[in-house]
C-alpha cells in the first residue's frame, strides 16, 4: 500500500480546488441575476397588472361545479333532475372566531348537533379558502332570517346550488339510485379536483355506475374580491362541462304497471327486451324515496329504513336470490334434448313420487296422485318433478351443471348497475370447496326442479329467458339506451354487447322447449292457462313456486295454518311473441304462495301494458 | 510568516474587542452579515405573521440557541470534524432509517423522531454530515479524484438522499444531494465527466416520460408548472406573484402589504416570507436582500480560498454554495421559476431546526478560518 501512495502536492490542489471556488461564485451571480431579471419583470413590467389585482382587493379561485346529467326513461320523462336549492356556507379563512360563529349560527339556524358535528367534520377536510356546507336546503323563511343577520356572520353566506331531485320518488328508487354525500372512502378513490365545488355523488344504481359520464368536469373562475369579500369582477374564467344526459331502456309506464301490481307483497319484477338485452322494467318491492339520501338523509330516518324487516334498502332484482323452482325446468329439458339423454317423445311414467334406484325415499311430485304418463310437452306444461328427477338423475349433476352455465345460472349477467350477486348454481367442486362434503346423488334430483341450493337472482331468470327466446343469443342486460354530450340535441345510442351465441346441435330442440312453454300458457291443461285464454299473442311461460318452508316427508302444505313469510314465493318467466320474441318478464313475488296465481297474473299486465293490449281481468280458475 | 501575531497575544494581556472576537474563534465579517440578516428576518415575520409579539420571542429563543451551537461549532478544530465524519455519517444513517420505522407523521410525511423530551429530524444531521464526509472521504487522497473514490463519495450522498426522499421530503434530499455534489466538483472532477452526467440525465427524461401513465405525466406537468392547477398547488403560486408584482420598485412599505395582511398569501411568515419582503420593501428591498446572501456567501468562499488543507476548502466551499441554492429554490419557487418543493427561506422563514442547521455551518466555517496556523508546519 505505502508504495502506491501518491505524495499530495498542496500547491496543485488548492489551484485546482480555488479554480472551482471561483467558478462557483461566477456561476452563483449569474443565477441570482436571472432571479433579480424575474423580480424586474414582476415588480416593474408587470407591476400595473399585478398591482391592479392586489390594489386593496383580493384574488379569489372559486370553482365552478358541473351541472350533473339528467336522467330520462325511454319515453323521455325525467327521472332524475336538478332543482335549485339554497344552502349556508362558510369558507373558515374568512371567519375570525370560529367557535362564535358557530355558536350563533345554531342558534339562529337552529341547528342541530348532528348538523354541527357533521360540519366540523367536513371543516377537517377542506382547505381553508373552500367553500364548506352548513346546511342544505334552507326554506325561504330559513334564508331571509339569515340575510337579515348576515353582517354578524363575515365568512357566511346563503349559497344558490343545484341539488338533486328524483320527480318519481319510489319507483326508480333502485334502478336510479340516488347521489349523496361524498364521503371519506370516496374521497380518496375520486379525482378530487373535478369533484371541488361537488358536493354530491352517485351511491347506488344508474347514478353510481355511470358517476364518470354523469359528474361533468369542472371550471373555475379568478374573481377579484374587495375586503368584504364581494366579487368586484370576473378576471379569468374557464367553464364547466356539464354531464352526460342518460336515456334509460326502462319505460314508466311498465314500472308502474309492475310496481302496483305487486300490490302489498315483496318481490320484483324485471322486463327485458330480449333482442338487445335492453331492460324495460326493474322493480324491487318494497321500495323507497331516493330523494332523503341526496342532501344527507337523518340518522332518524336511515335507521327506520336500515332495520325495517321488509328490508327496502334491498335491491331483490340484482341481489335477492331465490330458488328458481320450476321455472328451471325449461332449461333442464333443453339440456336432455341436447345431451342426447331424452327425446322430445320419451316418456316417463309419474305415479306421484320418485324413488332413487335401491333406495327407499321417496321425492314427492307436487300432484299427490301423479300425472301418469308424460312426456316433455306435458312435463313442462303441467310442471311434472317426477319426470325431471328422472331427467335430472339421468344427466347427472355435472353435466346439469356444466349446461346451465351457459344461460349465465351462478353468473353475474353484466348488467349495467353496480352490486349484481351471482346467485349459485350449485356443483360438486362447489360443495367440495365450500362445505367440505360431497355431493349426493339425492340433490341432483332436488337441483333438477329448481330447488335445494339453487339461488338465481330475479335479473338472472329474465336474463336466461330472454337467452332462451332468442334461441341462444344472449345479450348484456343495459339499463342505459343513450347518451347526450351536453349541449347537443342527438342522442348518441350506447352499443349493445352481444355476449354470446349458444350453439344446439339441432336448433328443434330450441323449438320443443318453446313449444312446450306455449302449452304451459295456451294448452289445456297449462299450469297458467288463465293468463292465456284471450290473449291474441303466443306467450311462452313457466310457473314455479319456491319452498321457503321445508315440509316433513308426509305432511301436507296447507296455505291457510302458515305464517306468511313462510308461504312459498311465485315465480313465472315468459316471454311473447312465442315465435319471434319481443318481450321477457320474470316475475318473483316473496311468499306469493304459488307462481301460477300470484306471479302470472303480474307477467300478463305487464304483456298487456307492453303490447298495448285491451284485456278484462283474467279469472284465475280455481 | 509572521511572528508577531502569536506573540502579541502573551505580550499584551489587557482586554480588546479583536482579542475577544478571536478568542471565541468568532469571523467578524461573516458574524456581522449573519446578524443583519437575522434582523432583517425578525423584522419581516413581524410584519407576516400579523404582528404577533409572542411569535417574536419563540423565534428570538432558537436564534439564541442557533447561535449558541454556531459558537460551540466555531471551537471545534476541523481536523476533530474531519476525523468524527465517519462517525457522525454512520449516527445520522441510523436515525434516518429509525424515522422510517418509528417517525412521528408532521403534514403526511415521516421526517420527526421523537426522543422524549425534545422532537428531532434526522435529516438535519445529514445537513452537515454528508458534506464533511464526502470533503474528508475525499482529501484522503490527492485531488482530483479516482474513479473509483468518486463512485464511492456519490454513494455516500446516494443513500441518505433516498431515504429523506422517501419519508418523503423532496426539497431537503436535493438540498442535502446538491451539497455532496459540490464536494465532488469542487474536488475537480473533469468537466467531461460532469458533461457526461448532465448529457445522460437530459437523455434519460424523455425515455422515463415514455414509460410514464397518463396521470403521472399530468403531476409531473403540475409540478412543474403549478399554474395549471389553479384549485391546487398554483393557488399559492398565484397569490404569491401577485404580493411580489405589487411591491413594484420600492415597495407598499413595512407593514403595509395588503396581500399578506388580508391573510391572502398562504405560508407567509415559513416559505413564502420572500413574498412579503417583494411586497412591502419593493424590487429594490429584495434586490438588496439578495445581495446581503450574496454577500455572506461570499465571504465563506472566501475563507474557504484561504483554508489551509483540501478538506476544509472543500468543506467551507460546500457550506457556502449550498446556502446559496437553499435561497435560490426558495426565492424560485416563491417567483414561479422553479416547482414548489418546500424549502424555507435561510435564516429569515419562521422555524427551528433548519435555523440550528445553517448556524452550525457558519460555525464549521468560523472554525475553518480561526484555527489556520500562521506558519506552515
Given at each position: 500500500?505505502?508504495?502506491?501512495?501518491?505524495?499530495?502536492?498542496?500547491?496543485?490542489?488548492?489551484?485546482?480546488?480555488?479554480?472551482?471556488?471561483?467558478?462557483?461564485?461566477?456561476?452563483?451571480?449569474?443565477?441570482?441575476?436571472?432571479?433579480?431579471?424575474?423580480?424586474?419583470?414582476?415588480?416593474?413590467?408587470?407591476?400595473?397588472?399585478?398591482?391592479?389585482?392586489?390594489?386593496?382587493?383580493?384574488?379569489?379561485?372559486?370553482?365552478?361545479?358541473?351541472?350533473?346529467?339528467?336522467?330520462?326513461?325511454?319515453?323521455?320523462?325525467?327521472?332524475?333532475?336538478?332543482?335549485?336549492?339554497?344552502?349556508?356556507?362558510?369558507?373558515?379563512?374568512?371567519?375570525?372566531?370560529?367557535?362564535?360563529?358557530?355558536?350563533?349560527?345554531?342558534?339562529?339556524?337552529?341547528?342541530?348537533?348532528?348538523?354541527?358535528?357533521?360540519?366540523?367534520?367536513?371543516?377537517?377536510?377542506?382547505?381553508?379558502?373552500?367553500?364548506?356546507?352548513?346546511?342544505?336546503?334552507?326554506?325561504?323563511?330559513?334564508?331571509?332570517?339569515?340575510?337579515?343577520?348576515?353582517?354578524?356572520?363575515?365568512?357566511?353566506?346563503?349559497?344558490?346550488?343545484?341539488?338533486?331531485?328524483?320527480?318519481?320518488?319510489?319507483?326508480?328508487?333502485?334502478?336510479?339510485?340516488?347521489?349523496?354525500?361524498?364521503?371519506?372512502?370516496?374521497?380518496?378513490?375520486?379525482?378530487?379536483?373535478?369533484?371541488?365545488?361537488?358536493?354530491?355523488?352517485?351511491?347506488?344504481?344508474?347514478?353510481?355506475?355511470?358517476?364518470?359520464?354523469?359528474?361533468?368536469?369542472?371550471?373555475?373562475?379568478?374573481?377579484?374580491?374587495?375586503?368584504?369579500?364581494?366579487?368586484?369582477?370576473?378576471?379569468?374564467?374557464?367553464?364547466?362541462?356539464?354531464?352526460?344526459?342518460?336515456?334509460?331502456?326502462?319505460?314508466?309506464?311498465?314500472?308502474?304497471?309492475?310496481?302496483?301490481?305487486?300490490?302489498?307483497?315483496?318481490?320484483?319484477?324485471?322486463?327485458?327486451?330480449?333482442?338487445?338485452?335492453?331492460?324495460?322494467?326493474?322493480?324491487?318491492?318494497?321500495?323507497?324515496?331516493?330523494?332523503?339520501?341526496?342532501?344527507?338523509?337523518?340518522?332518524?330516518?336511515?335507521?327506520?329504513?336500515?332495520?325495517?324487516?321488509?328490508?327496502?334498502?334491498?335491491?331483490?332484482?340484482?341481489?335477492?336470490?331465490?330458488?328458481?323452482?320450476?321455472?328451471?325446468?325449461?332449461?333442464?329439458?333443453?339440456?336432455?334434448?341436447?345431451?342426447?339423454?331424452?327425446?322430445?317423445?320419451?316418456?316417463?311414467?309419474?305415479?306421484?313420487?320418485?324413488?332413487?334406484?335401491?333406495?327407499?325415499?321417496?321425492?314427492?311430485?307436487?300432484?299427490?296422485?301423479?300425472?301418469?304418463?308424460?312426456?316433455?310437452?306435458?312435463?313442462?306444461?303441467?310442471?311434472?318433478?317426477?319426470?325431471?328427477?328422472?331427467?335430472?338423475?339421468?344427466?347427472?349433476?355435472?353435466?346439469?351443471?356444466?349446461?346451465?352455465?351457459?344461460?349465465?345460472?351462478?353468473?353475474?349477467?353484466?348488467?349495467d348497475i353496480p352490486s349484481e350477486s351471482a346467485g349459485l348454481s350449485p356443483s360438486r367442486e362447489w360443495k367440495r370447496a365450500s362445505r367440505n362434503q360431497a355431493w349426493f346423488p339425492g340433490e341432483t334430483l332436488i337441483s333438477g326442479i329448481g330447488q335445494g341450493f339453487n339461488q338465481t337472482t330475479p335479473l338472472q331468470l329474465a336474463h336466461a329467458t330472454s337467452t332462451l327466446a332468442m334461441r341462444g343469443v344472449m345479450q348484456e342486460p343495459r339499463v342505459v339506451r343513450a347518451s347526450r354530450k351536453a349541449g347537443m340535441s342527438e342522442m348518441q345510442l350506447r352499443n349493445t354487447e352481444r355476449v354470446n351465441s349458444l350453439p344446439m346441435q339441432d336448433s328443434q330442440h330450441w323449438e320443443a322447449v318453446i313449444d312446450s312453454m306455449v302449452e304451459v300458457v295456451h294448452g289445456q291443461r297449462g299450469t297458467a292457462r288463465h293468463i292465456g285464454e284471450d290473449m291474441p299473442i303466443n306467450i311462452a311461460g313457466k310457473t314455479g313456486t319456491a319452498q321457503v318452508f321445508g315440509i316433513a316427508q308426509d305432511e301436507e302444505y296447507d296455505a291457510e295454518t302458515l305464517e306468511r313469510k313462510l308461504h312459498d314465493h311465485a315465480l313465472f318467466i315468459a316471454f311473447a311473441p312465442a315465435d319471434k320474441p319481443e318481450f321477457v318478464v320474470a316475475v318473483v313475488v316473496e311468499n306469493g304462495g304459488s307462481g301460477s296465481k300470484m306471479a302470472a297474473p303480474i307477467a300478463r299486465k305487464l304483456i298487456i301494458e307492453h303490447f298495448g293490449l285491451e284485456l278484462d281481468e283474467p279469472q284465475p280458475d280455481q | 510568516m509572521n511572528h508577531s501575531l502569536i506573540n502579541d497575544r502573551q505580550q499584551r494581556p489587557s482586554w480588546?474587542?479583536?482579542?475577544?472576537?478571536?478568542?471565541?474563534?468568532?469571523?467578524?465579517?461573516?458574524?456581522?452579515?449573519?446578524?443583519?440578516?437575522?434582523?432583517?428576518?425578525?423584522?419581516?415575520?413581524?410584519?407576516?405573521?400579523?404582528?404577533?409579539?409572542?411569535?417574536?420571542?419563540?423565534?428570538?429563543?432558537?436564534?439564541?440557541?442557533?447561535?449558541?451551537?454556531?459558537?460551540?461549532?466555531?471551537?471545534?478544530?476541523?481536523?476533530?470534524?474531519?476525523?468524527?465524519?465517519?462517525?457522525?455519517?454512520?449516527?445520522?444513517?441510523?436515525?434516518?432509517?429509525?424515522?422510517?420505522?418509528?417517525?412521528?407523521?408532521?403534514?403526511?410525511?415521516?421526517?420527526?423522531?421523537?426522543?422524549?423530551?425534545?422532537?428531532?429530524?434526522?435529516?438535519?444531521?445529514?445537513?452537515?454530515?454528508?458534506?464533511?464526509?464526502?470533503?474528508?472521504?475525499?482529501?484522503?487522497?490527492?485531488?482530483?479524484?479516482?474513479?473509483?473514490?468518486?463512485?464511492?463519495?456519490?454513494?455516500?450522498?446516494?443513500?441518505?438522499?433516498?431515504?429523506?426522499?422517501?419519508?418523503?421530503?423532496?426539497?431537503?434530499?436535493?438540498?442535502?444531494?446538491?451539497?455532496?455534489?459540490?464536494?465532488?466538483?469542487?474536488?475537480?472532477?473533469?468537466?467531461?465527466?460532469?458533461?457526461?452526467?448532465?448529457?445522460?440525465?437530459?437523455?434519460?427524461?424523455?425515455?422515463?416520460?415514455?414509460?410514464?401513465?397518463?396521470?403521472?405525466?399530468?403531476?409531473?406537468?403540475?409540478?412543474?408548472?403549478?399554474?395549471?392547477?389553479?384549485?391546487?398547488?398554483?393557488?399559492?403560486?398565484?397569490?404569491?406573484?401577485?404580493?411580489?408584482?405589487?411591491?413594484?420598485?420600492?415597495?407598499?412599505?413595512?407593514?403595509?402589504?395588503?396581500?399578506?395582511?388580508?391573510?391572502?398569501?398562504?405560508?407567509?411568515?415559513?416559505?413564502?416570507?420572500?413574498?412579503?419582503?417583494?411586497?412591502?420593501?419593493?424590487?429594490?428591498?429584495?434586490?438588496?436582500?439578495?445581495?446581503?446572501?450574496?454577500?455572506?456567501?461570499?465571504?465563506?468562499?472566501?475563507?474557504?480560498?484561504?483554508?489551509?488543507?483540501?478538506?476544509?476548502?472543500?468543506?467551507?466551499?460546500?457550506?457556502?454554495?449550498?446556502?446559496?441554492?437553499?435561497?435560490?429554490?426558495?426565492?424560485?419557487?416563491?417567483?414561479?421559476?422553479?416547482?414548489?418543493?418546500?424549502?424555507?427561506?435561510?435564516?429569515?422563514?419562521?422555524?427551528?431546526?433548519?435555523?440550528?442547521?445553517?448556524?452550525?455551518?457558519?460555525?464549521?466555517?468560523?472554525?475553518?478560518?480561526?484555527?489556520?496556523?500562521?506558519?506552515?508546519?
Amino acid at each position: 500500500m505505502a508504495s502506491r501512495f501518491t505524495l499530495k502536492d498542496h500547491f496543485r490542489e488548492s489551484r485546482l480546488v480555488n479554480g472551482r471556488l471561483l467558478f462557483a461564485a461566477l456561476l452563483s451571480v449569474i443565477v441570482f441575476s436571472v432571479v433579480i431579471v424575474r423580480l424586474v419583470v414582476l415588480q416593474v413590467f408587470e407591476y400595473e397588472h399585478f398591482d391592479s389585482l392586489s390594489d386593496r382587493n383580493r384574488v379569489d379561485i372559486e370553482p365552478l361545479p358541473p351541472q350533473r346529467g339528467l336522467i330520462y326513461d325511454r319515453n323521455g320523462v325525467m327521472l332524475a333532475e336538478n332543482i335549485p336549492t339554497f344552502s349556508l356556507e362558510m369558507v373558515p379563512e374568512k371567519v375570525k372566531d370560529m367557535d362564535y360563529t358557530i355558536d350563533a349560527l345554531t342558534e339562529l339556524m337552529a341547528l342541530t348537533d348532528e348538523d354541527v358535528a357533521e360540519f366540523r367534520d367536513r371543516l377537517k377536510r377542506h382547505r381553508r379558502f373552500q367553500q364548506v356546507v352548513i346546511r342544505q336546503r334552507l326554506t325561504e323563511a330559513e334564508v331571509a332570517r339569515f340575510s337579515a343577520n348576515r353582517h354578524r356572520f363575515p365568512g357566511v353566506d346563503i349559497e344558490g346550488r343545484l341539488i338533486r331531485h328524483y320527480p318519481q320518488a319510489n319507483l326508480f328508487s333502485h334502478a336510479v339510485g340516488y347521489v349523496g354525500r361524498i364521503n371519506e372512502r370516496e374521497m380518496q378513490i375520486i379525482d378530487q379536483q373535478n369533484y371541488k365545488g361537488t358536493l354530491q355523488i352517485g351511491k347506488t344504481g344508474v347514478e353510481k355506475y355511470y358517476e364518470d359520464q354523469l359528474h361533468g368536469t369542472v371550471g373555475y373562475r379568478q374573481v377579484e374580491t374587495n375586503v368584504q369579500g364581494r366579487i368586484v369582477r370576473e378576471l379569468m374564467s374557464e367553464p364547466s362541462h356539464s354531464g352526460d344526459d342518460l336515456l334509460l331502456n326502462l319505460d314508466i309506464n311498465l314500472q308502474r304497471a309492475a310496481a302496483e301490481s305487486l300490490t302489498d307483497f315483496n318481490g320484483s319484477v324485471v322486463a327485458m327486451d330480449p333482442r338487445n338485452g335492453g331492460v324495460l322494467a326493474l322493480v324491487s318491492k318494497p321500495d323507497f324515496d331516493p330523494n332523503l339520501f341526496v342532501s344527507g338523509i337523518s340518522s332518524k330516518d336511515y335507521s327506520a329504513l336500515r332495520d325495517s324487516p321488509e328490508r327496502p334498502l334491498y335491491d331483490r332484482a340484482l341481489r335477492g336470490s331465490y330458488p328458481p323452482g320450476s321455472t328451471l325446468k325449461p332449461f333442464v329439458a333443453l339440456a336432455g334434448l341436447e345431451l342426447g339423454v331424452v327425446t322430445e317423445q320419451s316418456r316417463v311414467y309419474d305415479p306421484g313420487w320418485y324413488s332413487l334406484p335401491g333406495h327407499q325415499h321417496r321425492y314427492r311430485c307436487w300432484k299427490s296422485h301423479g300425472h301418469g304418463w308424460v312426456n316433455m310437452k306435458d312435463a313442462v306444461a303441467q310442471s311434472c318433478d317426477t319426470y325431471f328427477y328422472d331427467l335430472a338423475h339421468t344427466l347427472g349433476i355435472d353435466r346439469l351443471h356444466q349446461f346451465l352455465d351457459l344461460f349465465g345460472f351462478g353468473h353475474r349477467t353484466g348488467i349495467d348497475i353496480p352490486s349484481e350477486s351471482a346467485g349459485l348454481s350449485p356443483s360438486r367442486e362447489w360443495k367440495r370447496a365450500s362445505r367440505n362434503q360431497a355431493w349426493f346423488p339425492g340433490e341432483t334430483l332436488i337441483s333438477g326442479i329448481g330447488q335445494g341450493f339453487n339461488q338465481t337472482t330475479p335479473l338472472q331468470l329474465a336474463h336466461a329467458t330472454s337467452t332462451l327466446a332468442m334461441r341462444g343469443v344472449m345479450q348484456e342486460p343495459r339499463v342505459v339506451r343513450a347518451s347526450r354530450k351536453a349541449g347537443m340535441s342527438e342522442m348518441q345510442l350506447r352499443n349493445t354487447e352481444r355476449v354470446n351465441s349458444l350453439p344446439m346441435q339441432d336448433s328443434q330442440h330450441w323449438e320443443a322447449v318453446i313449444d312446450s312453454m306455449v302449452e304451459v300458457v295456451h294448452g289445456q291443461r297449462g299450469t297458467a292457462r288463465h293468463i292465456g285464454e284471450d290473449m291474441p299473442i303466443n306467450i311462452a311461460g313457466k310457473t314455479g313456486t319456491a319452498q321457503v318452508f321445508g315440509i316433513a316427508q308426509d305432511e301436507e302444505y296447507d296455505a291457510e295454518t302458515l305464517e306468511r313469510k313462510l308461504h312459498d314465493h311465485a315465480l313465472f318467466i315468459a316471454f311473447a311473441p312465442a315465435d319471434k320474441p319481443e318481450f321477457v318478464v320474470a316475475v318473483v313475488v316473496e311468499n306469493g304462495g304459488s307462481g301460477s296465481k300470484m306471479a302470472a297474473p303480474i307477467a300478463r299486465k305487464l304483456i298487456i301494458e307492453h303490447f298495448g293490449l285491451e284485456l278484462d281481468e283474467p279469472q284465475p280458475d280455481q | 510568516m509572521n511572528h508577531s501575531l502569536i506573540n502579541d497575544r502573551q505580550q499584551r494581556p489587557s482586554w480588546q474587542p479583536s482579542r475577544f472576537v478571536e478568542w471565541l474563534h468568532i469571523d467578524a465579517m461573516l458574524m456581522l452579515g449573519l446578524l443583519l440578516l437575522l434582523g432583517v428576518g425578525l423584522m419581516m415575520l413581524f410584519s407576516a405573521g400579523g404582528q404577533d409579539m409572542g411569535l417574536i420571542y419563540r423565534q428570538l429563543v432558537r436564534l439564541g440557541v442557533a447561535i449558541g451551537v454556531m459558537l460551540l461549532v466555531a471551537q471545534i478544530h476541523p481536523d476533530r470534524m474531519r476525523d468524527s465524519a465517519y462517525w457522525l455519517y454512520g449516527l445520522g444513517l441510523m436515525l434516518l432509517v429509525a424515522v422510517l420505522f418509528f417517525g412521528h407523521e408532521g403534514k403526511g410525511a415521516q421526517r420527526w423522531l421523537d426522543l422524549g423530551f425534545f422532537r428531532f429530524q434526522p435529516s438535519e444531521i445529514m445537513k452537515l454530515a454528508v458534506p464533511i464526509l464526502v470533503a474528508a472521504f475525499l482529501a484522503e487522497r490527492p485531488l482530483p479524484p479516482s474513479v473509483w473514490r468518486l463512485i464511492v463519495g456519490l454513494l455516500l450522498i446516494g443513500l441518505p438522499a433516498f431515504l429523506i426522499a422517501k419519508q418523503p421530503d423532496l426539497g431537503t434530499a436535493i438540498l442535502i444531494a446538491s451539497s455532496g455534489l459540490i464536494v465532488i466538483f469542487l474536488a475537480g472532477i473533469r468537466w467531461k465527466v460532469i458533461f457526461a452526467f448532465l448529457g445522460s440525465c437530459a437523455a434519460a427524461a424523455p425515455v422515463l416520460w415514455y414509460f410514464m401513465h397518463d396521470y403521472q405525466r399530468r403531476r409531473v406537468l403540475t409540478f412543474l408548472n403549478p399554474e395549471t392547477d389553479p384549485l391546487g398547488a398554483g393557488y399559492h403560486i398565484i397569490q404569491s406573484k401577485i404580493a411580489i408584482g405589487s411591491g413594484g420598485l420600492f415597495g407598499q412599505g413595512w407593514l403595509r402589504g395588503t396581500q399578506s395582511h388580508l391573510e391572502f398569501l398562504p405560508e407567509r411568515s415559513t416559505d413564502f416570507i420572500f413574498a412579503v419582503i417583494a411586497e412591502e420593501f419593493g424590487l429594490a428591498g429584495a434586490v438588496l436582500l439578495l445581495c446581503l446572501y450574496l454577500l455572506i456567501a461570499g465571504r465563506g468562499l472566501f475563507i474557504a480560498s484561504q483554508a489551509q488543507s483540501s478538506f476544509s476548502r472543500l468543506l467551507a466551499g460546500s457550506i457556502s454554495i449550498t446556502f446559496l441554492v437553499y435561497v435560490f429554490v426558495n426565492v424560485g419557487m416563491v417567483t414561479g421559476l422553479l416547482p414548489v418543493v418546500g424549502v424555507p427561506l435561510p435564516l429569515v422563514s419562521y422555524g427551528g431546526t433548519s435555523m440550528v442547521t445553517l448556524l452550525a455551518g457558519f460555525g464549521i466555517l468560523m472554525s475553518i478560518h480561526t484555527h489556520r496556523r500562521m506558519m506552515s508546519p
